[in-house]
T-cell receptor
């Protein structure tokens, strides 16, 4: 079953408004979560790394004042798109890494949420 | 420069026609190679992780292998429900953010009945 959830799955908003997207890790804690953006027929583009209890780290070219990230707990990160414009319309996906020890190795697997389709009119 | 390249970009197969997808990478210090399946309008679904050259993983009709320079995703006797985009990603040592992935552009697989 799903190990990372996102809410909402889709949202339509008017230009100039703000939208908040939630990302939750289910059944495990994640000190770090990642936010991606995906354009049609393209691969995932990393926007920022969300760090629990500290500031997010943004990739080059991503406006930190535009895309506010809050990692308030070990299972929840939020992405707020502020003053959204039509060019912000996209598919936003979060990721959380689940780690555990097996008999012979440390396993660390990034799981992805189902994505949020944002349409700004 | 760290890079992940997937080929082909698109692949059309007949049901039952086996084939392989390629993921070649140039990163300094591999800390895992990951294969994901992505259906339209959905997030990537984890398939496999490989950590060292020579390692192989299998799941139903899929088998992933890893060398020092590339990984293959072999699809045996595919079915139409295997149609999806298959993404390859690598994680490297070092860097400011642990667990940061570098993605390839994906292979769009279409399996016709």
């Amino acid at each position: 079953g799903a190990v990372v959830s996102q809410h909402p799955s889709w949202v339509i908003c008017k230009s100039g408004t703000s939208v908040k997207i939630e990302c939750r890790s289910l059944d495990f804690q994640a000190t770090t979560m990642f936010w991606y953006r995906q354009f049609p027929k393209q691969s995932l583009m990393l926007m920022a790394t969300s760090n629990e209890g500290s500031k997010a780290t943004y990739e080059q070219g991503v406006e930190k004042d535009k895309f506010l990230i809050n990692h308030a707990s070990l299972t929840l990160s939020t992405l707020t798109v502020t003053s959204a414009h039509p060019e912000d319309s996209s598919f936003y996906i979060c990721s959380a890494t689940r780690t555990n020890w097996t008999s012979d190795r440390f396993i660390s697997i990034p799981y992805f949420g189902p994505g949020t389709r944002l349409t700004v009119t | 420069e760290d890079q992940v390249t997937q080929s082909p970009e698109a692949l059309r197969l007949q049901e039952g026609e086996s084939s392989s997808l390629n993921c070649s990478y140039t990163v300094s210090g591999l800390r895992g190679l990951f294969w994901y399946r992505q259906d339209p309008g959905k997030g990537p679904e984890f398939l496999f992780t490989l950590y060292s050259a020579g390692e192989e993983k299998e799941k139903e009709r899929l088998k992933a292998t890893l060398t020092k320079k590339e990984s293959f995703l072999h699809i045996t006797a595919p079915k139409p429900e295997d149609s999806a985009t298959y993404l390859c990603a690598v994680r490297k040592t070092g860097g400011g953010a642990t667990n940061k992935l570098i993605f390839g552009t994906g292979t769009l697989l279409a399996v016709q009945p």
